[in-house]
């Protein structure tokens, strides 16, 4: 890093406020596995296993949401999310869904009605907003040859997080550190720069699993993954980086060289998440609690959330990615064009009504290399469900989203 970009980073953090706090959270949508909303009683089970789960490293209790808005609902009603988490004193990442349309109002009304009702017991706990999730993916060549719904291009973004300062400045929120959540390869896009300056924070969605052609079986995944995230490091000028989703499927087809299994969940929450991100980077893991039944790939760390999970959550003393096996493990890799597939849970703030999962989640593979085939079609997690209170037409399949998955190509890896 150069000492200018360091220094505007540094100016970006002060400005901001954004705190180093490394906050442990779990990403989390507005509906069930029946596609039925969630209410304040099913955040209220998950905000509270979170928060004991046996052996963890540290306290889950930050969530990251996908929309401010309750799932269905025709106006802007707040998502009851909040009044869970202000029950549990759980810290919020506010998502605000921001494809397929040309105003993010019902979602600014829906919070702004929130706050109204629980001021600064509400306020206190907001950590972030991302305005937007893997919109940039979806515009992307990848995204768009895999039809993964409709998206949203860096002016657009920069426009809503405009409104968005602009409508909470001088209030409890004007400090709010302000980010976007994409995919990894979206932030080495030059094109995408006016997002990175716009933002206080990156957040990444980062998936070795689904890295097909190169090596990604378990044991190389701590490698893909410090590549990937370290590419967003080089690439947004300082700005800290949040990881948003990140996990390892415990069920699911085999998918190149990645097998799905409990215990490689395990070896990935070791890997990458105790060696490389709890307690160092703001980090919400992929997931608590799965909630699309199409999606033959199940994340949920534990089962009908139980407090005690499917494998032990204790972090090892030492770790099997070292430094040394990670030179090897790039210079195999080198050449083969690097895709990096994201899965995403996301949201919509338009009239979606969940109905077309199919569109949402496709996964890609990295065409320019064409070294890669393995690409399939992955069943969306609705993340957000949403009732029409913007009637946008066309955005369905931002309704869904979610397990979206995505391979660019960089072979500047
Ligand atoms: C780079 O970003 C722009 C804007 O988001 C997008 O239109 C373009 O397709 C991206 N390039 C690739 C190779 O995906
Ligand atoms: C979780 O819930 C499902 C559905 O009610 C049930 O079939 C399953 O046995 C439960 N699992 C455990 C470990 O309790
Ligand atoms: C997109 O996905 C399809 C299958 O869903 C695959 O055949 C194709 O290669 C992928 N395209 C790109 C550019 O990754």
């Not at 046996?54 to 306290?59: D, F, S």
């Not at 029950?87 to 009605?113: C, F, M, R, Y």
């Not at 919400?284 to 199940?298: A, I, V």
Request: proline share 4%; with cysteine.
């Amino acid at each position: 890093m150069r000492a200018s970009e360091f220094l505007a980073g540094a100016a970006a953090l002060l400005a901001s406020g954004v705190s180093a706090e490394a906050y442990l959270g779990f990403n989390s949508g507005n509906t069930l596995a029946d596609r039925s909303a969630k209410f304040k009683k099913d955040w209220v089970q998950e905000f509270t296993t979170a928060q004991n789960l046996k052996n963890a490293p540290g306290t889950f209790n930050a969530v990251r949401l996908y929309t401010n808005i309750q799932a269905y609902s025709q106006t802007s009603e707040p998502i009851e999310a909040f009044e869970a988490a202000i029950e549990t004193d759980t810290k919020i990442l506010l998502g605000v869904w921001a494809s397929g349309t040309n105003t993010i109002e019902p979602e600014i009304k829906a919070l702004q009605n929130a706050i109204k009702k629980h001021g600064k017991k509400l306020t206190d706990l907001i950590i972030g907003a991302s305005i937007g999730s893997e919109d940039l993916y979806r515009v992307s060549v990848t995204g768009i040859k895999n039809k993964s719904g409709v998206g949203a291009g860096p002016n657009e973004l920069v426009k809503f997080i405009g409104d968005w300062k602009k409508a909470f400045q001088g209030t409890a929120l004007a400090n709010v550190p302000i980010g976007h959540v994409d995919t990894w390869d979206v932030w080495v896009n030059g094109t995408n720069k006016p997002v990175i300056d716009a933002v206080d924070w990156v957040g990444v969605d980062e998936y070795p699993y689904y890295e097909d052609g190169k090596g990604n079986n378990i044991e190389n995944s701590g490698y893909l993954f410090d590549r990937a995230f370290d590419a967003v490091e080089g690439a947004v000028g300082g700005k800290p980086v949040w990881v948003t989703e990140t996990g390892w499927p415990y069920i699911g087809q085999t998918w190149d060289k990645a097998e799905a299994t409990a215990k490689n969940s395990q070896f990935f929450w070791q890997e990458v998440g105790c060696r490389k991100l709890f307690g160092k980077v703001p980090t919400f893991w992929y997931t608590l609690r799965d909630s699309n039944p199409d999606n033959e790939m199940k994340f949920a760390i534990t089962e009908n959330l139980s407090t005690t999970p499917r494998f032990d959550l204790t972090c090892p003393a030492t770790f099997k990615t070292t430094p040394k096996a990670s030179g090897s493990a790039t210079s195999t890799a080198s050449g083969t064009g690097v895709s990096a597939p994201s899965s995403t849970e996301s949201g919509s703030a338009g009239s979606g009504s969940g109905s077309d999962a199919e569109e949402s989640g496709s996964a890609g593979s990295g065409s320019s290399t064409g070294s890669e085939s393995g690409t399939a079609t992955v069943p969306a997690e609705s993340g957000v469900a949403t009732g029409g209170a913007t009637s946008v037409k066309g955005v369905s399949a931002a309704a869904v989203a979610g397990m979206t998955l995505l391979i660019g190509v960089f072979a500047m890896l």
